[in-house]
T-cell receptor, first 114, second 109 residues
Framework: IAGITQAPTSQILAAGRRMTLRCTQD?????MYWYRQDLGLGLRLIHY???????GKGEVPDGYSVSRANTDDFPLTLASAVPSQTSVYFC?????????????FGEGSRLTVL | GQNIDQPTEMTATEGAIVQINCTYQ??????LFWYQQHAGEAPTFLSY??LDGLEEKGRFSSFLSRSKGYSYLLLKELQMKDSASYLC??????????WGAGTKLIIKP
């Protein structure tokens, strides 16, 4: 059972470079999310998708973009990375958006921008 | 603004009981979640409360008082493997999850 797969698990990136973090789920969940986790702060929502073909902005969307072409994939793109985007990024999914069901998380992508 | 407060760190002894508190101020309420996160790993679901009262699940229990904007996670018979961060999250009126910064629980033998 794979659940949610993220890639890469870790990456060091030069400022100004473009980077895409990949996320794939095999649970046929409708909703998917991208969070960043920084020391001392709670998980912060970057973008979300309630169902394939739709996306929405979360709490900290600036500098990031997403797409949801199908149910399984939800890539996160940093168009021009900056050092403040150094963080651990978690992709998550849930069966329905806003329902009582839990979120399932990927193992995270640790990104360092120099 | 919306706010979730939890203690930053707690220490407890193996075999003992510990209570981790969470207070929240959010625009609306549609459920409260507790997640466990071991260092370097992904958060994993522990419990969900939407009505007042206590939900028990093995060694872990979670309590909710909506009128007080308060929840706690109770861990009994602590084991070394319970050393982790515990995250409280509230679903607001827009059905978005607001997360606390987490409580790092250190278990000592």
């Amino acid at each position: 059972i794979a659940g949610i797969t993220q890639a890469p698990t870790s990456q060091i990136l030069a400022a100004g470079r473009r980077m895409t973090l990949r996320c794939t789920q095999d649970m046929r969940h409708n909703a998917m999310y991208w969070y960043r986790q920084d020391l001392g702060l709670g998980l912060r929502l970057i973008h979300y998708s309630n169902t394939a073909g739709t996306t929405g902005k979360g709490e900290v969307p600036d500098g990031y973009s997403v797409s949801r072409a199908n149910t399984d994939d939800f890539p996160l793109t940093l168009a021009s990375a900056v050092p403040s985007q150094t963080s651990v990024y978690f992709c998550a999914s849930s069966e329905l958006a806003g329902g009582p069901g839990e979120l399932f998380f990927g193992e995270g992508s640790r990104l360092t921008v120099l | 603004g919306q706010n979730i407060d939890q203690p930053t760190e707690m220490t407890a002894t193996e075999g003992a009981i510990v209570q981790i508190n969470c207070t929240y101020q959010t625009s609306g309420f549609n459920g409260l979640f507790w997640y466990q996160q071991h260092a370097g790993e992904a958060p994993t679901f522990l419990s969900y409360n939407v009505l007042d009262g206590l939900e028990e699940k093995g060694r872990f229990s979670s309590f909710l008082s909506r009128s007080k904007g308060y929840s706690y996670l109770l861990l009994k018979e602590l084991q070394m493997k319970d050393s982790a961060s515990y995250l409280c999250a509230v679903r607001d009126s827009n059905y978005q999850l607001i997360w606390g910064a987490g409580t790092k629980l250190i278990i000592k033998p």
